[in-house]
């Protein structure tokens, strides 16, 4: 069983959200096809959707700092200009981490990210917390049933594979294309064509971020 480790743990956790360009970077091997990209696209516009209704008034999503931090971070893209409604519910989001005070490695890495003004300290602590997070992940990990496990599978083969992934017999293996049938046919919608992850929160932001990385 091939193991991948993520080793740049001083990195920020989520690199679209800090990239300056307007459009998500791809990485090496094979592109979806346009008909798979457009069901993933789809199904993120339908999750972000989702996302927004499901905000609490006070900001948060569930109360959570943890789901919180997630959902902004998939609702706010990678720079580009977002639509009213997702700039707002980012906004209430970043103004609800920021007035709590529960540690939070999600919170800083949330906060620091979208600020672009990560300080040595938050860096210096990122790079101590982010191993009890971003444990080692399996070549099985993009089978499961956890939108997060898939993401950071996703993200490690990314970030430090090049993109990559071959097979026990050295063969590349296409990984983007099963994950993303997997996780836009398991989607489900609701009556008003609003999409979600198991009516959760923090399971549906993970998704949309596993769908960007493809």
Request: glycine share 6%.
């Amino acid at each position: 069983m091939r193991t991948i480790q993520i080793a740049s743990a001083a990195a920020a956790l989520i690199l679209c959200a800090t990239a300056a360009p307007a459009q998500l970077v791809r990485f090496g091997g094979a592109k979806l096809t346009r008909s798979v990209q457009n069901e993933a696209d789809a199904a993120i516009d339908r999750a972000c959707a989702w996302l927004i209704a499901e905000q609490a008034p006070d900001g948060s999503w569930s109360g959570d700092v943890k789901a919180t931090a997630a959902c902004i971070l998939a609702l706010a893209g990678s720079g580009e200009e977002l639509p009213e409604a997702e700039r707002a519910a980012v906004e209430r989001g970043i103004a609800w981490l920021t007035a709590t005070n529960a540690p939070s490695l999600w919170r800083n890495l949330a906060l620091g990210a979208l600020s672009r003004q990560r300080s040595d300290a938050l860096a210096e602590g990122a790079e101590a917390a982010l191993p009890d997070i971003l444990k080692a992940l399996d070549s099985q990990a993009m089978y499961c049933e956890n939108a997060e496990k898939a993401f950071l599978f996703a993200y490690a083969i990314n970030r430090d594979h090049g993109g990559e992934l071959s097979s026990q017999n050295g063969a590349p293996t296409d990984w983007r294309a099963p994950l993303a049938s997997k996780w836009t046919t398991s989607q489900e919608i609701d009556t008003r064509g609003r999409g979600h992850w198991r009516s959760s929160p923090l399971e549906t932001a993970f998704a949309i971020l596993l769908l960007k990385e493809l």
